[in-house]
């Protein structure tokens, strides 16, 4: 089992910036990719970006590529984003996810955090 725990979540302004952090533990050397996602009320879950483990290899979503960035750190197996020029369409509550080598799906799920962007 692996367990995330994700934090750095709150309230900003359109255009401002916001870091999301998560930690995990448990079984972390069987994860291959470490992944966000956001939903917004009413609506379905969507991927925002993902990373490698092995290589730091990166992916984005189109609505959030050139304004975030998703980076990780190994030795504190943490995986951070980092949320620029933030537009209220943002306004969602972001998961962090981890996928185990060699399983093409996000196992393990963190308990969300909260990311409001006003106007």
């Known amino acids: 089992q692996v367990q995330l725990v994700e934090s750095g979540g709150g309230l900003v302004q359109a255009g401002g910036s916001l870091s999301l952090s998560c930690a995990a533990s448990?079984?972390?050397?069987?994860?291959?990719?470490m992944g966000w996602f956001r939903q917004a009320p009413g609506k379905e879950r969507d991927f925002v970006a993902r990373i490698r483990w092995s290589d730091g290899s990166t992916y984005y979503a189109n609505s959030v590529k050139g304004r975030f960035t998703i980076a990780r750190d190994n030795a504190k197996n943490t995986v951070y984003l980092q949320m620029n020029s933030l537009k209220p369409e943002d306004t969602a509550v972001y998961y962090c996810?981890?996928?185990?080598?060699?399983?093409?799906?996000?196992?393990?799920w963190g308990q969300g955090t909260q990311v409001t962007v006003s106007s």
């Open positions: 448990g079984r972390t050397a069987s994860v291959s990719t």
């Open positions: 996810a981890a996928a185990p080598a060699g399983v093409p799906r996000y196992d393990y």
